[in-house]
């Protein structure tokens, strides 16, 4: 079987899904072989359904999950003493020491020139939090981040006004689940952009 | 490739019984503060779902949660018949949709609204973009670039390519959720797919943010 081009644009969605039957597909494959305009149709589209079905592209906006929980709680029928209640008050003490250390050492408000022409420096990041720094890259992390990587193996611990100093940025994925589990109240209350109030 | 299902683990009770419907179980019973453990791993799905249908941060953010609220005031009516996630997306379109009858938020036109379904596609030629391309997702200008991308596309098709390509529901998932045929999901995936390729191809092949904008009047759409 020869397929045209035309053909080929109006197949490349179902052959990308495996959704042909076999002989229209070998028909395909080979017009790919032999078609430089088709098969870098098919890898642009390939890239496309691969780029957004990766969960790295959409990220929650900061807070979110603290302000869903927020909403959440005041839909809740009043209860004294429930599990939830406990986890929520246990959160709130964590974020308590965490904004106290941060608080002990005023940070100075001037923004740092960062790393990145296109990055902006984070909000309502406690001073003190250790984080993590590639040397080779612009962005900040906390321990355990699956985006620390550095190409020369060397990676440096500081608090985060450090590398903000230095012009790193925060981890969107890490800084933006580690500041989600806080309290947005709190961190409103005690953080103003970038320095504590 | 990495996608928003990987995140969700699926444990199995020695009953049979899934976390998940354990814990829809015991919201149904009125155990109702262990909601946010139920919806916790969906929540980014629920904003994308709002904001492919929005196209503004602030205002998707406004609907996923009004979802979950309705999600939470309405879980003693689901039914196990379909999955959860399913349930909950659908939940969010819906309100985003209505968010946008509200705001009356259509203020730029978007690409392909009213183009014929019928009529052929013709992508666009343009040098090879053979990039392997998940590292690049980790460059903030990258995930812009894509978001922007997106949010050019008319509803129709960016509903589609959403449902289907970021949330992986299948083509009969997508065609009962949104009430049209398997046919018309299939034709409209595929523009959206070629014609995501034809806005990113030109930037993805030469180099981040080229300055070089699109010929004029060279638009297939």
Redo the contacts between chains.
């Keep these: 079987m020869v397929v045209t081009c035309?053909r080929v644009?109006?197949e490349?969605?179902?052959y990308?899904?495996g959704d042909l039957d076999p002989s229209l597909r070998a028909a395909l494959d080979e017009h790919f072989h032999v078609c430089?305009?088709c098969a870098?149709?098919l890898?642009?589209?390939h890239?496309?359904?691969?780029?957004?079905?990766?969960?790295?592209?959409?990220?929650?906006?900061l807070g979110?999950?603290g302000?869903?929980?927020n909403?959440?709680a005041h839909?809740?029928?009043a209860?004294r003493g429930?599990?939830?209640?406990w986890v929520v008050a246990a959160a709130a003490g964590v974020a308590l020491i965490a904004g106290g250390i941060a608080l002990s050492r005023p940070k100075p408000s001037i923004p740092f020139e960062v790393r990145?022409p296109?990055?902006k420096p984070g909000n309502h990041i406690p001073a003190k939090l250790t984080v993590l720094v590639a040397g080779d890259s612009k962005i900040f992390h906390v321990a355990g981040c699956d985006?620390l990587r550095a190409q020369d193996g060397r990676i440096r611990s500081m608090p985060a006004e450090e590398a903000e100093h230095e012009g790193y940025v925060p981890c969107?994925r890490c800084l933006g689940k580690y500041l989600s589990s806080i309290p947005v109240d709190f961190l409103k209350r005690h953080f103003r952009s970038g320095a504590p109030a | 490739?990495?996608?928003?299902d990987?995140?969700i683990s699926v444990k199995v009770s020695p009953g049979g019984e899934t976390h998940e419907q354990e814990l829809i179980r015991r919201i149904q019973n009125g155990e109702?503060?262990?909601?946010?453990e139920l919806?916790?791993p969906y929540?980014?799905r629920v904003?994308?779902a709002a904001?492919a249908v929005l196209r503004n941060?602030a205002d998707a953010?406004d609907a996923?949660?009004e979802a979950?609220?309705k999600a939470?005031?309405h879980i003693g009516q689901f039914r196990s018949e379909s999955r959860f996630s399913t349930w909950l997306i659908q939940i969010a379109i819906n309100e985003a949709r209505m968010h946008r009858r509200r705001e009356h938020a259509e203020i730029m036109q978007p690409i392909g609204e009213h183009q014929d379904e019928e009529g052929?596609?013709?992508?666009r030629?343009?040098?090879?973009?053979?990039?392997i391309?998940?590292e690049?997702?980790?460059r903030?200008?990258v995930?812009e670039l894509?978001?922007r991308a997106?949010a050019s596309l008319g509803d129709k098709y960016r509903e589609i390519?959403?449902l289907r390509?970021?949330h992986?529901l299948s083509?009969e998932e997508v065609a009962g959720m949104l009430g049209i045929s398997r046919a018309s999901v299939?034709t409209r995936?595929?523009r959206a797919?070629?014609m995501?390729?034809d806005l990113?191809?030109p930037k993805?092949?030469t180099g981040w943010f080229s300055r070089e904008s699109s010929p004029k009047g060279n638009k297939p759409w």
């Design positions: 035309e644009w109006q490349v969605s179902n990308l899904e430089p305009r870098s149709i890898a642009g589209t890239n496309v359904v691969q780029l957004y079905g990766d969960e790295r592209l959409f990220q929650l906006p979110f999950s302000r869903l929980q909403k959440l839909e809740m029928p209860k429930t599990i939830y209640g990145s296109l990055a985006q969107i | 490739m990495l996608n928003v990987t995140a109702r503060e262990v909601f946010y919806v916790r929540q980014r904003y994308a904001l941060p953010e996923a949660q979950i609220l939470f005031a052929s596609y013709i992508p030629e343009f040098p090879d973009w053979r990039e391309p998940s690049s997702l980790e903030a200008e995930r894509l978001l997106l390519f959403v390509d970021v992986q083509i299939k995936l595929l797919r070629l995501l390729r990113l191809a993805m092949s």
